[in-house]
């Protein structure tokens, strides 16, 4: 028997070139508090004007994270929030929010 029969399968991983896997390029997921400026139906947004998200190296700023219908419908302008969100080269999405 071999000691190493994942040598022979190819299944080791020491020589693998994992260039092709930036770090960039993956999901982030944070939370933050802000206040909700606007909410846009057609475009799918809650814009919220947000503290620092330390997790991410987030400056303060007011930006649109995309929400589904649910999350959009839960809330109003004006509206103070705690929420979770992921983003990543695709946007910024948010995945749940806490009215406060």
Known sequence: ???????????MMDDQDMSAMDPGDMMQTASAEGTVT??????????VEHGPVAAIDWPAMTMAFEA??????????????????????EGSVITSITKQ
Not at 38 to 47: N, S, Y
Not at 68 to 89: A, H, K, M, N, Y
């Open 1 to 11: 028997m071999n000691d190493m029969p994942m040598a022979e399968d190819g299944m």
């Open 38 to 47: 606007a909410i846009d139906g057609e475009a799918g947004t809650i814009t």
């Open 68 to 89: 589904d219908e649910q999350l959009r419908s839960d809330v109003s302008v004006g509206e103070g929030i705690s929420f979770e969100f992921r983003t990543g080269p």
